[in-house]
């Protein structure tokens, strides 16, 4: 059977070959599947998305998403991606923000940003939607379509699109330091990396399944919640972030109902697990969790270890809690799975001359830290240190910048040539070896393993003296002692 190019391919062989095979499930907050969706259902629905789209816009123009978490968003990405046009991920105008006027005007930075024509939402939030671009001329000229109100009759006007997999499949919002929106392009060769990466590295298949509540809008929910399963083929568990925050429990009882084996979330979702109690009611069973994955924010020894510790009599199995990294400019798993959590003490006076983030007002500079290991680099990925604001490779257990390369690395951002050359094409100084990602984080290696430590102080765009993590001081000014 011939390989599917990319991730249209994958989908329309999958309702053609195992049709009635259930792709997604949503659930509701007591963990009850209340909507799904087969392979063969989905393909429907985005091939009618796609029909109606085909009619009235070109391929690789850009079509904004706005939805709830649900199943919509799903098909409507999907739907676009079949129709040749590229979706544009981002949050949804919110009914119960108390700044309105900020997310009018985020939308219309987004929209003015990506060129927008066509807004794709659903019924549910319709009404949200149309109010908040009706107060702007420039948005209320739109085309807006429910994806509910298209008819199945609209896959008839449905062809194939010529995808060249160089091109770019999807936008993904992230932001820069001063949280203005930038767009990150996601090629189709850079999906089919990033999948099959991460199949690999975890051992996915089609009998996998995965529960997330992390939403569509961020990349780990988009990445690891949605696409990943789509690529595998195997049953993806979604359902609300706000249903988690009422019940971080909720989460683990979805896993042991529906016998999860890949789920993860940032540390703060596993350190909110901890402080919950346990009800007499609960009886988790998390034996069959085979990977829960930590990312998204730097990862606390402390966290992992009350996780392990709380649950370890649920049949929580200690090697299944791994640290990874990853980011919207390159989603795949840029460092392995670390199967003994190893980790590193550092004096907290070392990260001073680097991060504010990790170096708080009240805090002393003479605490240690435990900073976990995320692994070493997947095959096919190269992570290094340099000295932040250079191309000047750092040594082992020096703290710096994390520089990636890899074919999972994105093109670039949306509409920003300038910024390809300092951001996405970085050469090292003396070896040329490149290119590499500037990712803005801050981190050492240890033993071939990346230990992320968080954000750089001003982005990295200031040089420093190399900063050794066992030391207090820069490199040039440690005692020889």
């Known amino acids: 059977m011939k390989q599917p190019a990319n991730l249209i391919e994958t989908l329309v062989m999958r309702a053609e070959h195992n049709p009635e095979d259930i792709a997604f ?8 599947v209340v909507c799904q969706l ?25 079509v904004l998403l706005l939805f709830p978490q649900g199943l919509e968003f799903i098909y409507a990405f999907m739907g676009v991606m079949y129709s040749g046009a590229i979706p544009v991920v981002t949050a949804p105008p919110s009914r119960n923000s108390h700044h309105s006027d900020d997310r009018v005007f985020n939308i219309k ?39 509910e109100e298209i008819t199945g009759d609209s896959a008839g006007y449905w062809s194939m699109p010529l995808i060249e997999n160089t091109s770019v499949a999807y936008l993904q919002r992230t932001s820069d330091k001063n949280r203005i929106p930038k767009f990150v392009m996601i090629s189709h060769d850079n999906m089919k990396n990033t999948h099959e990466s991460i199949k690999s590295e975890y051992r996915l298949t089609t009998s996998s399944r995965s529960v997330s509540w992390l939403p569509h809008y961020h990349y780990l929910g988009l990445v690891l919640g949605i696409l990943q399963p789509l690529y595998c083929g195997y049953k993806g568990y979604i359902y609300s972030p706000f249903d988690f925050y009422k019940n971080p429990h909720g989460w683990l009882h979805a896993i042991t109902k529906y016998e999860a084996t890949f789920s993860g979330a940032p540390d703060f979702a596993y350190s909110m697990c901890v402080e919950q109690e346990l009800s007499s009611q609960q009886n988790f069973n998390l034996s069959i969790w085979n990977t829960a994955y930590n990312s998204g924010e730097p990862v606390k020894k402390e966290t992992m270890d009350g996780f392990f510790k709380k649950f370890r009599g649920c049949g929580l199995q200690k090697k299944a809690l791994t640290s990874i990294y990853g980011l919207a400019e390159s989603s795949c798993v840029t460092s392995g799975k670390n199967k003994e959590n190893n980790f590193t003490i550092i004096p907290r006076k070392s990260l001073q001359y680097l991060s504010e983030s990790m170096v708080g007002k009240n805090q002393s500079g003479h605490e240690n830290i435990k900073i976990i290991s995320c692994g070493s680099a997947v095959p096919g990925a190269q992570v290094v240190i340099v000295v932040p604001g250079t191309r000047i490779k750092s040594d082992d257990l020096e703290l710096g910048e994390i520089l990636v390369s890899s074919i999972c690395n994105a093109i670039a951002y949306w509409d920003k040539p300038e910024e390809k050359e300092e951001m996405f094409n970085i050469y ?11 990712t803005g984080d801050l981190g050492f290696i240890k033993k071939g393993e990346l230990h992320v430590v968080g954000r750089l102080k001003n982005d990295g765009q200031v040089g420093h003296s190399p900063v050794n993590i066992l030391q207090n001081q820069p490199v040039n000014e440690q005692s020889t002692h």
């Open 428 to 438: 090292l100084e003396g070896s040329g070896d490149g290119p590499y990602l500037r």
């Open 25 to 32: 499930s949503y659930l509701d907050d007591q963990c009850n």
């Open 109 to 147: 930075d987004v929209i003015e940003k990506t060129n927008v024509d066509v807004v794709l939402t659903s019924t549910s939030i319709l009404d949200e939607v149309v109010q908040y671009f009706f107060k702007s001329k420039t948005l209320s000229e739109k085309v807006f379509l429910s994806v």
């Open 38 to 62: 087969s392979n063969q259902q989905l393909h429907i629905r985005a091939a009618a998305i796609a029909g109606r789209l085909q009619q009235i816009i070109s391929p690789l123009d850009r």
